[in-house]
């Protein structure tokens, strides 16, 4: 899915939605989000550029990015700058294939952390 200025027909159309003086810096079809197997992936489609940063860092959000025509994940609290004073966020709410993915990136449990559990 498409997203800008007037990025056509299934997209979704920020020109009633940001103030004319903002509008000069997005493009018709700036970025694109799409949705496979469970994850967010995202790609910039503008002739201005996008910027994009994590804001899920432990001492806040990171440093603007350029974002740049490669897709790559959008991790829940990541945020894409498409013009000044219009960013897209996307909520730490993780889809259930994310969550899979991060038990299984997880350390494998210690041999004596499956042992008997006492109490004195």
């Known amino acids: 899915m498409k997203v ?3 990025p056509g027909e299934g997209g979704i159309s920020l020109h009633d939605l940001v103030p004319e003086h903002r509008t000069a810096g ?12 469970g ?24 440093p603007w ?8 994940q959008y991790h829940g609290g990541d945020e894409l700058r ?10 730490g709410r993780r889809f259930p294939t994310e969550l899979a993915q991060e038990w299984q990136r997880r350390r494998p449990t210690p041999p004596d952390a499956a042992g ?5």
């Not at 997005?26 to 197997?37: D, F, I, K, Q």
């Not at 992936?41 to 001492?59: I, K, L, N, P, Q």
Request: net charge positive; hydrophobic share 30%.
């Open 4 to 6: 800008g200025r007037a």
């Open 26 to 37: 997005l493009s018709r079809a700036h970025a694109e989000l799409r949705v496979t197997g």
């Open 39 to 62: 994850i967010v992936h995202v790609r910039d489609h503008s002739t201005y550029g996008t910027r994009w940063r994590s804001t899920a860092g432990r001492s806040g959000p990171g």
């Open 65 to 72: 990015k350029k974002l740049g025509t490669t897709e790559r």
């Open 82 to 91: 498409l013009v000044e004073g219009v960013i897209l966020a996307r909520s």
């Open 116 to 120: 008997e559990t006492r109490m004195y």
